[in-house]
């Protein structure tokens, strides 16, 4: 059945002040598929039955630029996921935080944290956790009493690549030709290795009698994403939360390579010993056991710069790879590649790396799901802040190879 372009706002929802002074703004509670607009154009509700969009209430004052943001928002979002690999958010449950409210006669700032999670139908199903971001909502009272917000206020992803002056239809009809292109991409094959042909052993695993020389150590990529889920959430703080590992020292607004680094290192096998992290025992690597590139961190703020720097660590687990170096190696590859515990790098700015922790199917930019700190994502789905050429032209994808060790120290 096809999907129309959806008459939004069909439906208003209102916060009445049920008589009271002005100054009160009851706010609704927290239900099932009940949200405003923070929520705009994150949760789409599909029906499993017929495939129909269907909106969830809103409480937007008509013919705002936020209206209308909110609604080609929404449409592309939609669309998008139906485009890759025909991804449906079959149900969502939402529990938004109410970060401060201040009222002003007959004009209210809300400040709302939503925290959404979007249960997506193809198999294996998955819980996608959006990702929370702040909004800063300005509603007016109208003469029946009557809350409507008349701003959204917010940054994330999507607004950092396209600003807020977007050509929705352009951008819409641009997905199929896209989309396609990258379907027919063949799978981009590993580049030569010149390191070494030896004994590979399981991180965790004991080292075989008799192995003298270099050696390497296989990748827990399951072992890598379930540290990761363990050790975020979706808040999007960019300081330390408690789900971060205390015995970590957390950058504060820049903790995202820090964060991956983790997630490497608990996937080759690193444990939660304070003793054997402060002292930097394997997987940790220094340059007098032979690293050129050192790869430690600890409590304290001295963490290596491949460690702690989102281009040296991918520059520097890719030349590993190409030299055959000590320590964690990594090369390029395609997202039609990508496999659980892969890193994704955002080469804007000062770069942002996240880790896989989710590939529902075959991997596609509809398939993948990401987390990181910096801000703080869940299993965040990859296809939300880049949904078309022009956002993922700063994204690329880096298999997590295996660990070359070097002689026993």
Not at 54 to 81: H, I, K
Not at 243 to 258: E, K, Q, S, V
Not at 285 to 311: F, H, K, L
Not at 367 to 396: D, G
Request: some cysteine; glycine content about 8%.
């Amino acid at each position: 059945m096809p999907h129309p372009r959806p008459s939004m706002f069909h439906h208003q929802e209102t916060w009445r002040n049920n008589g009271c002074k002005s100054s009160v703004l009851r706010l609704p509670r927290s239900r099932r598929c009940s949200t405003h607009t923070a929520l705009y154009g994150e949760l789409p509700l599909v029906t499993q039955q017929s495939r129909q969009l269907v909106l969830p209430d809103f409480l937007m004052e008509q013919g705002t630029p936020s209206e209308a943001y909110a609604d080609g928002r929404l449409t592309s979002f939609y669309t998008a996921w139906k485009a890759w690999g025909d991804a449906w958010v079959h149900d969502f449950t939402y529990q938004p935080t109410i970060l401060s409210l201040t009222i002003q006669g007959s004009r209210a700032t809300l400040s709302i944290m939503p925290n959404a999670v979007m249960h997506m139908e193809e198999e294996p199903k998955v819980d996608a956790h959006f990702p929370a971001v702040a909004h800063t909502l300005t509603l007016q009272m109208d003469g029946q009493g009557e809350w409507k917000i008349i701003n959204d206020d917010y940054t994330d992803e999507f607004k950092d690549a396209f600003g807020t002056n977007v050509d929705w239809n352009s951008l819409i009809q641009s997905f199929p030709e896209e989309i396609a292109k990258e379907k027919a991409e063949p799978k981009r094959l590993p580049p030569a290795h010149p390191g070494v042909t030896s004994t590979v052993v399981s991180s965790g695993s004991t080292v075989p009698n008799g192995t003298t020389g270099p050696y390497y150590i296989s990748y827990n990529r399951s072992g890598a994403a379930s540290y990761a889920l363990s050790h975020t959430n979706n808040s999007g703080d960019s300081v330390r939360t408690q789900n971060y590992n205390p015995l970590f020292y957390a950058y504060p607004g820049n903790d995202c390579a820090d964060y991956v680094s983790q997630c490497l290192w608990a996937g080759f096998g690193g444990s939660d010993s304070s003793y054997g992290i402060q002292v930097h025992v394997y997987p940790m690597i220094t340059s007098p056991e032979g690293a050129v590139y050192p790869w430690y961190a600890d409590s304290a703020t001295d963490g290596s710069t491949m460690w702690i720097n989102a281009y040296s660590l991918i520059n520097d687990a890719t030349s590993n790879y190409s030299n055959g170096y000590y320590g964690v190696q990594m090369y390029t590859e395609s997202v039609n590649s990508v496999a659980l515990g892969d890193v994704v790098l955002d080469s804007s700015g000062a770069g942002h790396v996240e880790i896989v922790t989710n590939v529902s199917g075959a991997p596609d930019w509809g398939t993948i799901f990401v987390s990181s700190h910096t801000n703080n994502r869940y299993n965040a789905p990859l296809s939300t802040p880049y949904p078309n050429t022009k956002s993922r032209l700063r994204v690329s994808f880096y298999r997590v190879s295996a660990y070359l060790h070097p002689p026993a120290y």
